[in-house]
């Protein structure tokens, strides 16, 4: 599975970034998806979820209500809109998937075991 992520940049507080995940060609995007952040010095932690149909998604409680995850599996696109940035959303954001598991993201938290990760995306937001 090959995945690239990309539409990360500098913004300043309380603007807005949309990120981009996109399998290759040929690599099926048939799994649940998530967004993944890391700062400097922190641990990398789940951002957002969404299930196959895109009717199930999760949201880490930092970013409820400014996040919106969203997937159009024709294009076999996943696409992470941010708004209201704060500071503390700076990060490098990797896309993910697991193809092993139909819980992925979900009820099952192993974010180790048969993960694929995309390249990840350096967002900064300045205050």
């Known amino acids: 599975v090959q995945l690239q992520a990309s539409g990360g940049g500098l913004v300043q507080a309380g603007g807005s970034l949309r990120l981009s995940c996109a399998a290759a060609v040929r690599t099926s995007l048939y799994y649940n998806m998530g967004w993944f952040r890391q700062a400097p010095g922190k641990e990398r932690e789940l951002v957002a979820a969404?299930?196959?149909?895109?009717?199930?998604?999760y949201y880490v409680d930092s970013v409820k209500g400014r996040f919106t995850i969203s997937r159009d599996n024709a294009k076999k696109t996943v696409a992470l809109q941010m708004n209201s940035l704060k500071p503390e959303d700076t990060a490098v954001y990797y896309c993910?998937?697991?193809?092993?598991?139909?819980?992925?993201?979900?009820?099952?938290?192993?974010?180790?075991?048969?993960?694929?990760w995309g390249r990840g995306t350096q967002v900064t937001v300045s205050s």
């Open positions: 993910a998937t697991k193809t092993t598991s139909t819980q992925a993201f979900f009820s099952d938290t192993d974010y180790e075991k048969d993960v694929y």
């Open positions: 969404v299930s196959v149909s895109g009717l199930n998604t």
